[in-house]
């Protein structure tokens, strides 16, 4: 994994753990493919509000239709770079 992408999980991970006030967690234990849903209990609201916090970091948007690729910070991070290449 390259340095760029690795800075791009852990500052997922950083604003994930934030969001969800999840306590004696920090970003360098994060496990990037931990499934938000099934496996933290993350609801609709949550991700909603997490979002919200990615797409003003990243200057980007995130469709609502889109959500369901966002499982685990990895597969978040493969989106966000996608999306910024996009805007190139």
Same mark, same amino acid.
């Given at each position: ?11 997922? $991970?950083?604003? /994930? ?7 004696? #967690? !920090?970003? +360098?234990?994060? *496990? ?15 991700? $909603?509000?997490? /979002? ?7 200057? #980007? !948007?995130? +469709?609502?239709? *889109? ?22």
């Amino acid at each position: 994994m390259n340095k760029e992408k690795e800075t791009l999980i852990i500052r997922i $991970a950083e604003i /994930v753990i934030a969001e969800l006030k999840l306590q004696d #967690i !920090t970003p +360098d234990i994060f *496990d990037p493919d931990l499934d938000l849903v099934d496996e933290l209990g993350v609801d609709s609201m949550d991700l $909603a509000t997490v /979002v919200l916090v990615l797409q003003d970091e990243y200057g #980007i !948007t995130i +469709d609502e239709d *889109d959500y369901p690729k966002l499982r685990n910070v990895r597969l978040i991070a493969d989106y966000i770079e996608q999306r910024l290449r996009s805007q190139r």
